[in-house]
């Protein structure tokens, strides 16, 4: 009769010895994910974008192939139109366009804070300060002679989520922004999120006319590359969407919001 086979165990001080090393890597690995050290970093990074390059041969879902456009002015659009920045009235008769197609909304990550100076009544305006030239515009349509009335006419028949900026390294004083379509709370106070000191909006002219707002920050990893992207930032008592999610929430008529614990962590419930 065979006997059974012998089991050897490691002594009391090799087991000591293994589970310290256990731990000692798993405190390291947790260390590195708290402070971000480079090395476990890069190497979060160069899995991730395997990933998702693994991901995008994958065929989309019927229910979201061809449901978003993304409208790019990219160098073949500037050598064909014109440099950068264009015209306002330009921007309209674009987003014009886009709207033709019924869009359920439209995001737009450009900010405009200042007036635009290719407006004919800032132009007649520095020729007749600069060189004493007045210009009679008063065959012009009305309205034509300011571009940023122009754009905002155009915005207010769009479902149009405009930008904002937030600052967290100075405060900012009268700025008339828009207040936010969206009420998102966080009444467990589940969230330790950013808090903003200050906020550049839009023209008035534009900032007024624009069905919804979202916040364009983003964080960019060391490589310069943009992987990921705050939802939500706090101001003052109020917290605001990310660009993207007024989008989302905007395509789906939602106005509310608010963050829940879960089972895999806290969630936005809309």
């Known amino acids: 009769m065979e006997s059974a086979p012998k089991i050897t165990t ?15 890597i798993t405190l390291g690995i947790a260390l590195a994910a708290v402070f971000e050290i480079s090395f476990f970093r890069s190497m979060d990074i160069f899995f991730y974008d395997r990933y998702m390059k693994l991901e995008s041969f994958s065929a989309p879902s019927p229910k979201i192939a061809g449901k978003i456009t993304i409208v790019d002015i990219d160098e073949t659009s500037l050598s064909a139109v014109g440099q950068w920045p264009w015209p306002r009235y330009r921007l309209a008769r674009l987003i014009r366009l886009i709207h033709q197609a019924k869009p359920r909304a439209m995001g737009m990550d450009i900010l405009f804070p200042e007036p635009d100076q290719s407006s004919l009544g800032h132009i007649t305006q520095r020729l007749e300060t600069d060189f004493n030239l007045n210009l009679n515009l008063s065959n012009l349509p009305r309205g034509l002679d300011d571009n940023d009335l122009f754009f905002g006419a155009v915005l207010a ?3 149009m989520v405009g930008a904002r900026y937030f600052y967290f390294d100075h405060t900012s004083k009268g700025t008339a922004c828009k207040k936010s379509l969206f009420d998102i709370t966080d009444p467990a106070g589940l969230l330790s999120l950013h808090q903003a000191t200050g906020v550049l909006c839009n023209t008035p002219a534009i900032e007024a006319r624009l069905s919804a707002t979202g916040f364009i920050n983003n964080q960019y990893d060391t490589d310069g590359i943009l992987r990921r992207a705050p939802l939500l930032i706090q101001h003052g008592q109020s917290i605001f969407p990310h660009l993207s999610l007024a989008v989302f929430m905007q395509t789906q008529g939602i106005t509310a919001a608010r963050v829940e614990k879960m089972l895999t962590g806290p969630c936005i419930a809309m």
């Open 157 to 159: 028949g769009t479902p």
């Open 10 to 24: 490691l002594s009391r001080p090799a087991r000591i010895t293994a589970a310290g090393i256990m731990l000692a």
